[in-house]
């Protein structure tokens, strides 16, 4: 292999790092270099880049002292793994990285048994059940457990958005945001549920999605006991209870409990309707009330009443409905104590205390409690009847109107009077012959 020559020069590179105390693993990696006396042939050592032996060599051991155990001089890295070929400055390195081959985890918790590969990685974790969050915000006093958590904490104090998007130039404070956000452009949906098949952009919507099937709603309201499947619906839920409104519109003030309610209020200012249906071109201000709107064209309705069976387009609608079974009324008025199952109902009936009418008629000026009576209301200036009768092919202006004449070929006489049984189409006309009664 070497001539006596050689091989006393090779004993010479190697003296500074010869000892009786620890042995040291090495191998071939793309740390060094070394000659041959005539031609030219590149070998790689973790050791050293200094000229060791002109042949190759595999693993072999040698004796360093332990102050060499932070560094060898020429930037070397003596440990190296047999299984991919990566070096480390210290042994203690190479043993913790090469638990990844073994999977190898000796370090449990006590409390809940989980198990870690690193000792400092099972610290972090015990905070989890001790509470503890050494590491404070210095600027809002805000505590962590973790020292990297604090680090991105920092950036929105400092305004600090290193990571950024390519394609839309978007900036955010933490890469797994930007990772996330890719997915937008990309339409990469990685995260697949095993029992229906949908799919998501983000591990956490994964997660809640899951829920759907399993029923589980861990969250729970502690001031009424409603139970959540998503944490985000429950902080939502509170402000309930709260009367917390915490945003509002820079243009008229008005506040709400949900931030998205806020970014769908704004289109009002704007006009703004990004979202049209490709079946009718209808366009929303929402991608919430599209998907609802294009179920008029499918006919979907996913969401049934496990009482009674009716389904529904809108989940909210489904909430709603149940409430005629349960009979539950949470929306009350403050000033008469009338209460309502929608809140909806509930801020439509306010307007009778504070006569409101903010709906206003671009025609005429007139203005209404309701849009729903706008509307009905524009008709008379437009001349619109999109109610028709498909027995006469006579057309209205409203639905209840529609309802009340089909009844002429029905011959439907839902109205009935309690003291002599006449029955009537129209509940105007059973009041009015209720009037003959209080006559006699």
Same mark, same amino acid.
């Given at each position: 292999?070497?001539?006596?020559?050689?091989?006393?020069?090779?004993?010479?590179?190697?003296?500074?790092?010869?000892?009786?105390?620890?042995?040291?693993?090495?191998?071939?990696?793309?740390?060094?270099?070394?000659?041959?006396?005539?031609?030219?042939?590149?070998?790689?050592?973790?050791?050293?880049?200094?000229?060791?032996?002109?042949?190759?060599?595999?693993?072999?051991?040698?004796?360093?002292?332990?102050?060499?155990?932070?560094?060898?001089?020429?930037?070397?890295?003596?440990?190296?793994? %047999?299984?991919?070929?990566?070096?480390?400055?210290?042994?203690?390195?190479?043993?913790?990285?090469?638990?990844?081959?073994?999977?190898?985890?000796?370090?449990?918790?006590?409390?809940?048994?989980?198990?870690?590969?690193?000792?400092?990685?099972?610290?972090?974790?015990?905070?989890?059940?001790?509470?503890?969050?050494?590491?404070?915000?210095?600027?809002?006093?805000?505590?962590?457990?973790?020292?990297?958590?604090?680090?991105?904490?920092?950036?929105?104090? %400092?305004?600090?958005?290193?990571?950024?998007?390519?394609?839309?130039?978007?900036?955010?404070?933490?890469?797994?945001?930007?990772?996330?956000?890719?997915?937008?452009?990309?339409?990469?949906?990685?995260?697949?549920?095993?029992?229906?098949?949908?799919?998501?952009?983000?591990?956490?919507?994964?997660?809640?999605?899951?829920?759907?099937?399993?029923?589980?709603?861990?969250?729970?309201?502690?001031?009424?006991?409603?139970?959540?499947?998503?944490?985000?619906?429950?902080?939502?839920?509170?402000?309930?209870?709260?009367?917390?409104?915490?945003?509002?519109?820079?243009?008229?003030?008005?506040?709400?409990?949900?931030?998205?309610?806020?970014?769908?209020?704004?289109?009002?200012?704007?006009?703004?309707?990004?979202?049209?249906?490709?079946?009718?071109?209808?366009?929303?201000?929402?991608?919430?009330?599209?998907?609802?709107?294009?179920?008029?064209?499918?006919?979907?309705?996913?969401?049934?009443?496990?009482?009674?069976?009716?389904?529904?387009?809108?989940?909210?609608?489904?909430?709603?409905?149940?409430?005629?079974?349960?009979?539950?009324?949470?929306?009350?008025?403050?000033?008469?104590?009338?209460?309502?199952?929608?809140?909806?109902?509930?801020?439509?009936?306010?307007?009778?205390?504070?006569?409101?009418?903010?709906?206003?008629?671009?025609?005429?000026?007139?203005?209404?409690?309701?849009?729903?009576?706008?509307?009905?209301?524009?008709? %008379?200036?437009?001349?619109?009847?999109?109610?028709?009768?498909?027995?006469?092919?006579?057309?209205?202006?409203?639905?209840?109107?529609?309802?009340?004449?089909?009844?002429?070929?029905?011959?439907?006489?839902?109205?009935?009077?309690?003291?002599?049984?006449?029955?009537?189409?129209?509940?105007?006309?059973?009041?009015?012959?209720?009037?003959?009664?209080?006559?006699?």
């Amino acid at each position: 292999c070497e001539t006596k020559g050689e091989k006393q020069n090779a004993d010479l590179s190697l003296k500074p790092f010869i000892s009786e105390e620890i042995t040291v693993i090495l191998g071939k990696t793309p740390l060094g270099r070394m000659d041959r006396e005539n031609n030219e042939t590149e070998q790689s050592f973790c050791l050293s880049p200094n000229p060791v032996c002109h042949t190759e060599v595999q693993v072999l051991s040698q004796k360093v002292p332990a102050a060499q155990h932070q560094a060898v001089p020429g930037g070397g890295r003596p440990y190296m793994c %047999t299984e991919c070929g990566k070096c480390f400055g210290r042994s203690s390195h190479l043993l913790q990285h090469q638990r990844i081959h073994t999977g190898e985890k000796p370090y449990v918790c006590g409390v809940c048994g989980k198990a870690f590969s690193q000792s400092s990685v099972l610290s972090k974790h015990r905070r989890i059940h001790t509470g503890e969050k050494p590491y404070e915000c210095n600027e809002c006093g805000k505590a962590f457990r973790v020292s990297s958590d604090l680090a991105q904490h920092h950036k929105i104090h %400092t305004g600090e958005k290193p990571h950024e998007c390519g394609e839309c130039r978007k900036a955010f404070t933490q890469l797994s945001h930007l990772i996330q956000h890719q997915r937008i452009h990309t339409g990469e949906r990685p995260y697949v549920c095993a029992l229906c098949g949908k799919a998501f952009n983000h591990s956490t919507v994964l997660r809640s999605h899951q829920r759907v099937h399993t029923g589980e709603k861990p969250h729970g309201c502690a001031e009424c006991g409603k139970s959540f499947s998503v944490k985000r619906t429950l902080l939502q839920h509170q402000r309930v209870h709260t009367g917390e409104r915490p945003y509002a519109c820079s243009e008229c003030g008005k506040a709400f409990s949900d931030r998205s309610v806020l970014i769908q209020h704004h289109n009002v200012h704007t006009g703004e309707k990004p979202y049209e249906c490709g079946e009718c071109g209808k366009t929303f201000s929402h991608r919430s009330t599209l998907m609802n709107h294009e179920r008029i064209h499918t006919e979907e309705k996913p969401y049934a009443c496990y009482e009674c069976g009716k389904a529904f387009v809108q989940h909210s609608h489904l909430i709603q409905h149940q409430r005629v079974h349960t009979g539950e009324k949470p929306y009350v008025c403050g000033e008469c104590g009338h209460a309502f199952s929608a809140r909806r109902s509930l801020i439509q009936h306010e307007r009778i205390h504070t006569g409101e009418k903010p709906f206003q008629c671009s025609e005429c000026g007139k203005a209404f409690s309701l849009k729903a009576t706008l509307i009905v209301h524009r008709r %008379t200036h437009t001349g619109e009847k999109p109610y028709e009768c498909n027995s006469c092919g006579k057309a209205f202006s409203q639905y209840s109107v529609l309802i009340q004449h089909q009844r002429i070929h029905t011959g439907e006489k839902p109205y009935e009077c309690g003291e002599c049984g006449r029955a009537f189409n129209q509940h105007g006309h059973l009041i009015q012959h209720q009037r003959v009664h209080r006559r006699l």
